[in-house]
């Protein structure tokens, strides 16, 4: 027999090592996905619980002194708002039809906070109902809205930090820069509201602990400035959402993440007695998340290799637009060809992801789409009549 050279043993250990986290959740969770593909139509949105619990306990121990609260709008799955609520973790929500999903499963508002800094006079109002007591403002408007709706809210001041690192950014439409930022607490505190700290977020898919470094660089110089000018002592920060997932790539570690946000903490003068909260989304439920599809056509247009597949743009991988690329695994053990791969509807959006390497299918076997937990089932669409996904938690 012929003698393998050690090198490339060792070079197989590597790229074993090398496997993306979401891959390892799709070889364990496959023969599940076998079984429940049968029982369900395509798409199919298969969600580890396993993965889930691994994230949210990673965050609760790197970052003990935080309260990890669950940006629901990530994914709004009853199951999988059950199963973190059972692990003990809070919640950040964006509007009243959020808060009662939590409520009917016995969440208690003092659990939930809400950092969608324009809310509607209603939902302030459910939030005082209910007992959600943190609220986000980041301008005079709002402020007001606040103090006749909900006079005693604890409030804290959205920033606006650059979101450059971000492959979703969510800068440019919310927050304020460290002037305006000073100038609402001012206000705010001239008008008797009670302001208690500052929140701001990195933008989605932030691969870089320095962005977090910069916004809390700013955040204690405005700490500092409510100290000395409006005479109140803010104690809540809250360090948003950000923290990246791998999709087609390996992201830094969360250690990486810890180290800096920490020693950055420490600068604070009341470090030790702070309220810290952090909201992720993508992080918890991002590669939990298995799309299960099927291959509806292919086709072969100027040279370019096709598959047309069950899930689109519109019913499920909206984030493609913005950029996020993702893994694609397929059943077929035929040769490998490249693929620009089609949504089902008719629309030319509706293109899901372009030059990505794959056995060639056949119509009817599956595409699996990994890391996509987050921000899919919860924009999806039956547009142009095609099913939304069908969410089941393993
Ligand atoms: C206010 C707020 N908090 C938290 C999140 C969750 O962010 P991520 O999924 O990047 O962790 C978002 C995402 O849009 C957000 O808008």
Redesign the pocket.
Known sequence: MEELPSIRLKDFAASRADFLFPEKVFARLKSKIDYLVYEHKTPLLVIDSLTVRKRYYELVKYFPDFKV?Y?V??NDNLSVLELLASLGANF?V?SIAEVIKLVELGVSGSRMIT???IKPLDFIEVCRQVGINYL?ADSKDEIEKIKFAFPNAKVYI?LEIENKE?S?P?SGK?GLNEEEAKELIDYAVRKKVNIVGL?F??????NSPDSFVYALDIAKRIFDFAKAKCKIDMYLLNI?????IDYTDKVRDINQFKTKIYSKLNEFDNSGNMILQM????????EAGIMVSRVIGKAVREGKNWLYIDVGVFNGMMEVIGGINYTFKTNSRRRAKVWNIGGPSCDGTDIVAKDVLLPEPEIGDFVYILSAG??TSVYAAPFNGYRIPTTILV
């Open positions: 609260h940006a709008k990530a950040e964006a950092s969608n800094p986000c959205r971000s979703w969510l919310f929140t977020h990195a933008g989605s898919q932030n948003g959402g950000g923290f990246p909201e992720p989304g993508r992080r918890i439920i991002g987050a921000y």
